[in-house]
């Protein structure tokens, strides 16, 4: 059948674990080059400055005053 450890899963060999550790060490490589080309992007650094914006707080209006003015016309 295969190597079965005491819970039903397979064991993992050592080579199967060098294997396993180099596949996820060239996807996080790849996903941070993804990364770096998107802030380079037009398209990330808008997306950068809209979170900056979102971050800001937003200015409370004083008490007395309505949050927006209706103006008839």
Known sequence: MGNLCC?????ESAE????????QAKAGL????RLEAFEKSAV???AKKAA???AKPVPVP????P???WQVG
Request: glycine content about 16%; aromatic content about 0%.
């Open 52 to 54: 900056v914006e979102a």
């Open 62 to 65: 004083s008490r007395g005053e």
């Open 44 to 46: 990330g650094r808008a």
């Open 30 to 33: 790849a996903a941070q080059q």
């Open 16 to 23: 199967e674990k060098a294997k396993t550790a180099e596949v």
């Open 7 to 11: 819970g039903g899963q397979p064991k």
């Open 67 to 69: 949050g927006l003015r």
